[in-house]
């Protein structure tokens, strides 16, 4: 080889190796990735506790239709013992069950058993450092009942343990009185997980005996998001009810929290339910009732406020969902449809130019496109297109379903793949099916093969059809869109994922973003099958409660940053879909309020002024209802960046999700769709199982605009792709349960009084306000809102 040659080669080599390592670096620091090795991982489960029978659904009554069994458990758990173990009404504990680590106290958990189930337990030397000697082993993750004081210093305004305190202990102004800004934050173990309460310290106190002299009497329950799958209890951190709280704590406000109410552990409502009832005996035991509860929490800390709410009415007297959507089973019914969709366009039409274009792909999907934005899979894709073609020639910018789901649905639907394994020694992680179906089985039951049903179902769906009609895309390409797109294996058939970072053979070799090797894909000569969902597992999880009906009573102001613009998951179009469901189910939604602000401003402390204005005036009427009592300057709005309310009224929400005119905020934060609005399902985004319909008769009532014609020329190639038929979505969801789940007659207690049901079904609902008004901008801080 010649000196230029080998300089080039070189220089080649250089390059690759530079490209490599930030693309490793990126992956590592801003991608899905497994979890890394843990000290003491999961031995063991109790005999039978990984038998895979087949189980019917879930056929009982809604929970808002279900007595809870009497509590057994004496509150409140005293410092040094443990709370209870088994739930409630939820059902029998489910194994293997990783342990979490409770920061505050930093202990291990408690030995429960000496044959080797759940997690090794270590000795302690003299100086309080584990050794390698294993004491026993920790099934169930317990943990005493003990208690720290933290204050916030003045110096740098973070919270330190009291005993740090080096004259530097803030003040606050609580009840009237100033007093020392110093936090008693309560720990332990609740059904397996961690729970906090966190209170001002009150006059003369001892740990064992707190005093609320300086709670002012409302108490908030903290929730928290994030996608779980089970099988693990959560950490706790001072953080989480101080810090993430600091301004609540100060005006007085008392915390609680559990791992068990976040969802990033599991998405298990009556899990969460059970818990916030148990918790919230802990809490009354010591302080006494609250004046009322509010919910505080983001993502899926907002969908187990909707659905608390609407299945048990009474733990939460009012809500302030963050970044929401209305349930998490029915965010999979699009957000499956993401990962075809994109393999479609990067693989099976890569020679398409248009598909080069991001915001030609929105018009498929429905969901957010930026081609300004600069993808977090940028890098990865260009290490990996040294190795395979298919990561190459990517268009600019990036999609809601690349940034804002890309790899969510193998940790929701793979049963072989979950990004925590390293957490459980042996062959325990191949023994579990490690998806969302599976954890919840005892609602979607299993089949004979042994695997949890699922509710997902493309069967009929019409991608694109939106964009025909429109006259944005081609018969051809909306029959080759919807040829080729076929749906997702069967559980058992699913094979290990190839997308986390090391997840498996050497990368990037071996990288697979669209985890293709579960899809079933076709051709236009031949198309893909699409996937059937289990008609029980539908009706099932309707009846257990998972799926939000909208039907709620407590006052809700639904608050997010507008974040559609930057790909996030948290897409605002969701909102509305709450209130369509809302509206549905109670003829009006006069009781939810949506408020957007630009990312720079957190409105949270208005809306929680707002809030106790309207409880206030709910508890001095409670005749009057929860709208009656609305304040008269309780509206819908938007914000700017420096909190001024952008504009205010019944209007400023209108939009093509309502079928009217632009509203202010709507045009100032315009809200997107989904893939199955698009392709012309309700805004409701609720039908998990078509009704199906002839293609002839679709053609026959004008479901393909002024293509009609065209399109019955391709009538052979429609029956080929549609087999069974199109949706008609006319028609309601065939697998729900046609019974009336929740009867409208009964009455729902909110701080502590019985308040009538308001439906006004048939009836024009006059807002609490007279119409969109602009107001005059007012100057207010601008702060972040808390990641919930």
């Given at each position: ?436 179906w599976e954890n919840l089985r005892q609602f979607y039951g299993a089949g004979e093969n042994g695997y949890a049903n699922t509710t997902w179902d493309n069967e009929g769906v019409q991608y694109g059809l939106k964009a025909l009609v429109d006259g944005e895309i081609s ?314």
């Amino acid at each position: 080889m010649s000196t230029r040659g080998a300089w080039f080669l070189s220089v080649f080599f250089l390059m690759l190796v530079g490209v490599l390592g930030v693309a490793a670096w990126i992956a590592y620091a801003k991608l899905p990735k497994v979890h890394g090795k843990v000290d003491a991982p999961v031995l063991g489960v109790p005999a039978g506790a990984l038998e895979y029978a087949p189980t019917p659904a879930y056929a009982g009554p809604h929970p808002r239709m279900m007595s809870r069994p009497p509590e057994y458990f004496p509150f409140p758990i005293s410092i040094g013992e443990v709370g209870p173990v088994e739930t409630l009404f939820t059902g029998p504990s489910k194994y293997p069950f990783f342990c979490g680590r409770n920061a505050i106290t930093d202990r291990q958990p408690l030995v429960d058993n000496q044959v080797k189930e759940g997690v090794p337990v270590f000795a302690l030397d003299d100086d309080g450092k584990k050794t390698k000697e294993v004491i026993g082993y920790s099934r169930d993750c317990s943990h005493a009942t003990e208690v720290a004081y933290f204050y916030r210093s003045t110096t740098d305004g973070s919270f330190y343990y009291l005993h740090e305190a080096r004259n530097d202990i803030d003040k606050v102004t609580v009840n009237g009185r100033q007093v020392d800004f110093i936090v008693r934050v309560e720990t332990g173990t609740i059904n397996r997980h961690f729970y906090a309460i966190a209170v001002l310290r009150g006059e003369g106190e001892t740990a064992e005996k707190p005093n609320a002299s300086n709670w002012n009497r409302r108490l908030i329950y903290q929730f928290r998001g994030g996608v779980g799958i089970g099988w693990r209890q959560g950490n706790l951190s001072k953080g989480d009810v101080t810090t993430r709280r600091m301004d609540q704590l100060a005006r007085g406000y008392a915390i609680v929290y559990s791992t068990a109410n976040q969802t990033r552990n599991h998405y298990n409502l009556w899990l969460a339910e059970d818990t916030a009832r148990r918790l919230k005996k802990q809490f009354q035991a010591l302080y006494g009732e609250p004046m009322y509860t509010v919910g505080i929490g983001g993502s899926g800390g907002a969908i187990q406020q909707y659905l608390i709410a609407q299945n048990a009415p009474g733990i939460l007297d009012a809500a302030i969902p963050l970044y929401s959507y209305p349930d998490m089973v029915t965010q999979t019914i699009y957000a499956f449809d993401c990962e075809p969709l994109e393999y479609f366009f990067d693989v099976l039409d890569a020679d398409n130019p248009r598909w080069k274009d991001v915001e030609e792909r929105q018009r498929i999907q429905g969901l957010a496109a930026n081609p300004e934005a600069d993808s977090r899979f940028k890098l990865i894709t260009m290490a990996a297109g040294l190795f395979d073609s298919r990561y190459r020639g990517r268009p600019s910018g990036a999609t809601e379903c690349v940034d804002g789901w890309r790899g969510l649905v193998p940790l929701v639907n793979n049963p072989n793949f979950v990004h925590f394994f390293k957490s459980f020694a042996g062959d325990l992680p191949e023994r579990v099916h490690w998806t969302h179906w599976e954890n919840l089985r005892q609602f979607y039951g299993a089949g004979e093969n042994g695997y949890a049903n699922t509710t997902w179902d493309n069967e009929g769906v019409q991608y694109g059809l939106k964009a025909l009609v429109d006259g944005e895309i081609s018969i051809d390409t909306f029959l080759k869109i919807n040829a080729a797109i076929g749906g997702w294996k069967a559980p058992q058939n699913q094979s290990q994922e190839k997308l986390w970072f090391l997840n498996g053979g050497l990368f990037p070799v071996h990288l697979s973003l669209w985890s293709e090797q579960n899809l079933n894909m076709g051709t236009l000569a031949s198309p893909a099958k699409r996937s059937r969902a289990s008609m029980e597992a539908i009706n099932g999880i309707y009846r257990s409660g998972h799926v939000f009906l909208g039907d709620v009573e407590i006052p809700i102001v639904d608050m997010r940053h507008y974040l559609d613009e930057e790909l996030d998951m948290h897409h605002s179009s969701a909102s509305f879909t709450a209130r369509e469901r809302i509206r549905r189910a109670r003829g009006h939604a006069g009781n939810q309020l949506i408020w957007v602000s630009h990312k720079d401003y957190n409105p949270l402390d208005d809306a929680l002024d707002l809030v106790d204005r309207w409880m206030q005036n709910i508890i001095s009427d409670p005749a009057k209802g929860v709208v009656e009592n609305r304040p008269e300057d309780a509206n819908d709005q938007c914000f700017d960046s420096e909190g001024n309310i952008l504009a205010s009224g019944p209007d400023v929400w209108n939009g093509d999700w309502n079928r009217q005119p632009k509203g202010k905020c709507m045009r100032e934060y315009p809200a997107h769709s989904t893939t199955r609005q698009v392709a012309g399902a309700p805004v409701t985004d609720d039908i998990f199982k078509c009704a199906l319909q002839p293609v002839e008769r679709a053609l026959a009532k004008g479901a393909y605009g002024s293509h009609t014609e065209e399109i019955s020329g391709r009538l052979d190639d429609l029956r080929r792709i549609f087999p069974t038929g199109v949706c008609n979505y006319n028609e309601q969801d065939l697998a729900r349960p046609r019974e009336q789940l929740i009867p409208k007659e009964i009455p729902v207690r909110i701080a502590g009084h019985l308040i009538d049901p308001d439906y006004r079904q048939g009836k024009v609902l006059q807002e609490a306000s007279v119409g969109e008004r602009e107001i005059q901008p007012v100057s207010a801080p601008s702060e972040n809102m808390s990641d919930e």
